[in-house]
């Protein structure tokens, strides 16, 4: 017998420490079910216990956070599946498990919503409440690890995710490619002890990403963890990406102006990339500083932005910094000594040369792959792609790519100096577990923040 998926609109309301349930049938609301909630069990929060008595009762599976609660029935022949938005005013909750009346009371339309006569008390409270998506979004939890390259970010945020039962979003903009593993650092599957990663190994090297793109398929990544109960973990080192999630920067305000930029894109072939960065230190200094050279696409982004608007994407940026978090957001940043970074990310070159980096470019030229492409504008790929081709030699290309490296850790640091509300994590290599005492930090700030309990 083919599976029948039933949607069944239903409600549960916790008020004055007793729980209510009911499911509608064809236009009535029936069968209501009564819990005596409040009886904990040892070691058990009074929301476990809500959660368990309604598993006991009714026998379905829950999944649930703040915002958002999945109930699942199975029987022989057909599966139930009742989504549910979660507001909660006080010590009194509601869920409305159907999604029209979700998105109704998400847009804060809340006389569109179809309520029940004992919904009405809760209404009343409702009513005060913002529950746009904005102030929903502001609500949820987002916890932010980053900082300069090679500093150890990835086997943190792996210890942190495990203990806060997160998932990990990658703010890394060259990790989404396939085949793209030695030069971008990627962490491997066997490697992430069972954390779920996103925004890993999901474009070919062919494909666009920007800032854009990086910010919609993240921010869907964040509602997709949420909605199931976990803490998204946004980890990486690249600033304006993490910059475009926090305060949700509306990037359709921008319109493209494509006969500027193709004849930006032709004086950068002409004069090259160097020259073309010169101009634009001579237009907007500050954005000079945070975008390299080898970085053509960005270099060209910002003097378009100048040339359209007369104003430096350095004072955009900035005032994209001063609005509120889209989250509410716990933004950690992880560095170390200075000289002390710089040897990680020379021996952390070293070993991508031992690992086969040269053979990894080659395979991705051989597959078609072109430097003009944004995947192979990373540092590493760049350099690599010139030994190749013969324009330079082995040992150039690798103190090239040490120096190019070092010189974008700085250009991190500087970023993250300018961002307002992050929490400074200073490692000390020569301590005992240096990252378990940055984690005892950690977790003591997210409590604080009520991010965790």
């Given at each position: 017998m083919p599976e029948k998926r039933i949607h069944v609109a239903a409600a549960i309301i916790i008020q004055d420490g007793k729980v209510f349930a009911t499911q509608r049938g064809y236009g009535e609301y029936k069968d209501w079910w009564e819990f005596p909630g409040g009886?904990?069990?040892?070691?058990?929060?009074?929301?476990?216990?809500?959660?368990?008595?309604?598993?006991?009762?009714?026998?379905?599976?829950?999944?649930?956070?703040?915002?958002?609660m999945t109930v699942e029935y199975d029987y022989p022949g057909f599966h139930l599946s009742m989504d549910t938005f979660?507001?909660?005013?006080?010590?009194?909750?509601?869920?409305?498990?159907?999604?029209?009346?979700?998105?109704?009371?998400?847009?804060?339309?809340?006389?569109?919503?179809?309520?029940?006569?004992?919904?009405?008390?809760?209404?009343?409270k409702l009513r005060k409440e913002d529950l746009s998506e904005e102030a929903v979004r502001k609500r949820s939890p987002l916890v932010i690890l980053t900082g300069p390259t090679a500093v150890g970010k990835t086997s943190l945020s792996i210890r942190l995710a495990r203990m806060i039962d997160a998932e990990i979003v990658s703010a890394d903009s060259m990790q989404v490619y396939r085949g793209m593993d030695i030069g971008t650092?990627?962490?491997?599957?066997?490697?992430?002890?069972?954390?779920?990663?996103?925004?890993?190994?999901?474009l070919d090297p062919s494909d666009p990403f920007d800032v854009v793109r990086f910010k919609r398929m993240a921010s869907d990544a964040i509602l997709d963890i949420l909605r199931r109960g976990k803490i998204p973990l946004l980890t990486g080192g690249t600033g304006f990406y993490i910059q475009s999630?926090?305060?949700?920067?509306?990037?359709?305000?921008?319109?493209?102006?494509?006969?500027?930029?193709?004849?930006?894109?032709?004086l950068a072939g002409e004069i090259g990339p160097e020259k073309l960065h010169d101009l634009l230190r001579e237009k907007d200094p500050e954005s000079a500083e945070v975008i390299p050279a080898g970085n053509v696409k960005r270099v060209i982004r910002a003097l378009e932005y100048y040339e359209k608007n007369g104003t430096k994407i350095s004072e955009h940026n900035r005032e994209q910094r001063m609005r509120d978090s889209a989250y509410h957001a716990a933004y950690f940043v992880l560095t170390?000594?200075?000289?002390?970074?710089?040897?990680?990310?020379?021996?952390?070159?070293d070993r991508m040369m031992e690992d086969g980096l040269i053979d990894e470019v080659r395979r991705l030229k051989e597959a078609g792959c072109t430097q003009e492409m944004v995947s192979m504008q990373g540092i590493g790929y760049r350099q690599v792609f010139d030994y190749l081709e013969g324009r330079a030699g082995l040992e150039e290309t690798v103190d090239r790519i040490k120096q190019e490296t070092r010189h974008f850790a700085k250009r991190q640091?500087?970023?993250?100096?300018?961002?307002?509300?992050?929490?400074?994590?200073?490692?000390?290599?020569?301590?005992?577990?240096?990252?378990?005492?940055?984690?005892?930090?950690?977790?003591?700030?997210?409590?604080?923040?009520?991010?965790i309990s």
């Open positions: 009886k904990t069990e040892p070691g058990e929060s009074s929301r476990e216990a809500l959660i368990r008595e309604i598993r006991e009762e009714l026998d379905v599976q829950i999944t649930i956070n703040r915002y958002y979660l507001c909660s005013i006080g010590d009194s909750h509601l869920h409305l498990l159907e999604h029209e009346d979700a998105r109704w009371l998400a847009a804060g339309e809340l006389d569109q919503v179809r309520w029940l006569p004992a919904d009405q008390e809760i209404l009343q650092a990627k962490i491997m599957p066997d490697e992430m002890e069972g954390v779920p990663h996103h925004l890993i190994d999901v999630v926090l305060y949700d920067i509306a990037f359709s305000e921008e319109k493209e102006d494509p006969e500027l930029r193709k004849a930006l894109e032709h170390e000594e200075r000289n002390r970074i710089y040897e990680r990310i020379n021996r952390r070159v640091l500087t970023w993250f100096r300018r961002e307002k509300n992050v929490i400074w994590l200073e490692r000390d290599p020569d301590l005992e577990d240096p990252d378990g005492r940055i984690l005892v930090q950690m977790m003591e700030v997210l409590k604080t923040m009520g991010i």
